[in-house]
């Protein structure tokens, strides 16, 4: 796994370059691939708009009693609007990074979920 960089690790590495616009897009497209990816494997479902995805993230934080997903996703989307717009500062950038990384985690304990029962 020490080889693997992922869109969190490039983010990381945007960030540390001060390209915050970058960092804002591969923050987002880390998110977006793991919604996209749990809704393929739980339900077999191929989202295609932001719409979806937004549907989704909400049926999931209610069926797995957790709000706080519904906070992280909204703390990506933020980054994917920065992207375009550019006003988040590096702290912003570096909380939304965070954000992700917990929404990830949190994904795949639900994708771990899905898998055994």
Known sequence: MAGCRGPPERAEEELGRGD????SERIWGAAALAVKALALEREGRRLASHGEMWEFVAQ????????ELRRLWRSATSMH???????ATVE????????????MNRLKQLRGEGASG
């Open 92 to 103: 912003h950038v570096g909380d939304a990074l965070d954000d992700v990384r917990a929404l």
């Open 20 to 23: 915050l616009k970058q960092a």
């Open 81 to 87: 609007i920065n992207f375009y717009e550019g006003w």
């Open 60 to 67: 999931i934080a209610r069926e797995a009693g957790d709000g």
